[in-house]
Nanobody, 116 residues
Framework: QVQLVESGGGLVQAGGSLRLSCTASGTIFSLNRMGWYRQPPGKQRELVAT???????NYADSVKGRFTISRGNAKNTVYLQMNSLKPEDTAVYYCNAADVYGTNYWGKGTLVTVSS
């Protein structure tokens, strides 16, 4: 089992920045991808960004050039640096991790609110 704990959400004005963190614990040796998803109010959960154990990254078109995903040195932590935030970035952000067996794990989420 893998547990994910997010931190770093909050309220920010449009144009501002936030940094989200997610730390994985448990059987982390089997993880091969970590990432962030978000669920805006009244909408479905959507991909934001992912990073593989090899360091390859993938971003949603809506955040390219504004958000950056990275990993900590211990490889069990993933960050999401969010710059030039827009009101439409308002959502609950969830940390996700996937292991080599195809199992997905989710954090409880952290709320990001961008005011106009």
């Amino acid at each position: 089992q893998v547990q994910l704990v997010e931190s770093g959400g909050g309220l920010v004005q449009a144009g501002g920045s936030l940094r989200l963190s997610c730390t994985a614990s448990g059987t982390i040796f089997s993880l091969n991808r970590m990432g962030w998803y978000r669920q805006p109010p009244g909408k479905q959960r959507e991909l934001v960004a992912t990073i593989t154990s090899g360091g390859s990254t993938n971003y949603a078109d809506s955040v390219k050039g504004r958000f950056t995903i990275s990993r900590g040195n211990a490889k069990n932590t993933v960050y999401l640096q969010m710059n030039s935030l827009k009101p439409e970035d308002t959502a609950v952000y969830y940390c996700n991790a996937a292991d080599v067996y195809g199992t997905n794990y989710w954090g409880k989420g952290t709320l990001v609110t961008v005011s106009s």
